[in-house]
């Protein structure tokens, strides 16, 4: 049973443009949310989060919207580079909760077409 | 200087066997995880430590034992492995417990025949 969800695999889109990736989760526990970027070969890196208290979260050229009652979230890239082709993994979290526990969607790929 | 490494990189080896995979952070973190990517590539957690010891273990066979000897390693052996065993398996470190960020090493691809 997943509790965290991306339900689109891949994404394409052109050098310049908005990439937007959704995320969608069942817990309604969850009040911190993280955003992922991997590289083939290598491990996640930390890109962006977000916390329940908030419904929207900047940073330089990536932007993270919550919506709570929807249980949904979004990371927004603008404008999208070459260099961002990778695969983007939402993941969520108990704040409360004892360890670091974090819970992952399964990725989307996304492919910056020059 | 790799903030978090694995070794080995790749591994290869038969049903039945035993092996380790070893995990190492030099970023003076307290907390250190394992996560396995599976083939539909979800990544989960496995196991946390913090300060050597045991704080998150999730539903997984107990032919998977972890095992911290100090704050900066946390290694991983799994006894009597299974063809579902193969997967990438990330190790990971965080400064502490709460809404700390998690760092990952590379992966090790474990394929077992």
């Known amino acids: 049973d997943q509790q965290v969800k991306q339900n689109s695999p891949s994404l394409s889109v052109q050098e310049g443009r908005i990439s937007i990736l959704n995320c969608d989760y069942t817990n309604s526990m969850f009040d911190y949310f993280l955003w992922y970027k991997k590289y083939p070969a290598e491990g996640p890196t930390f890109l962006i989060s977000?916390?329940?208290?908030?419904d929207k979260n900047e940073d330089g050229r990536f932007t993270v919207f919550l919506n709570k009652s929807a249980k949904h979230l979004s990371l927004h890239i603008v404008p999208s580079q070459p260099g961002d082709s990778a695969v983007y993994f939402c993941a969520a979290s108990l704040v409360k909760a004892a360890g670091n526990k974090l819970t992952f969607g399964g990725g989307t790929r996304v492919l910056v077409k020059p | 200087d790799t903030a978090v490494s694995q070794t080995p990189k790749y591994l290869v080896t038969q049903m039945g066997n035993d092996k380790s995979i070893k995990c190492e952070q030099n970023?003076?973190?307290?907390?250190m995880y394992w996560y396995k990517q599976d083939s539909k590539k979800f990544l989960k957690i496995m196991f946390s430590?913090?300060?050597?010891?045991?704080?998150i273990n999730e539903t997984v066979p107990n032919r998977f034992s972890p095992k911290s000897p100090d704050k900066a390693h946390l290694n991983l052996h799994i006894n009597s492995l299974e063809l579902g065993d193969s997967a990438v398996y990330f190790c990971?470190?965080?400064?502490?417990?709460?809404?700390?960020?998690?760092?990952f090493g590379p992966g090790t691809r474990l394929l077992v025949l």
């Open positions: 977000i916390s329940s208290i908030k």
């Open positions: 970023l003076g973190h307290d907390t």
């Open positions: 430590y913090n300060n050597k010891e045991l704080i």
């Open positions: 990971a470190s965080s400064r502490g417990t709460g809404l700390e960020t998690q760092y």
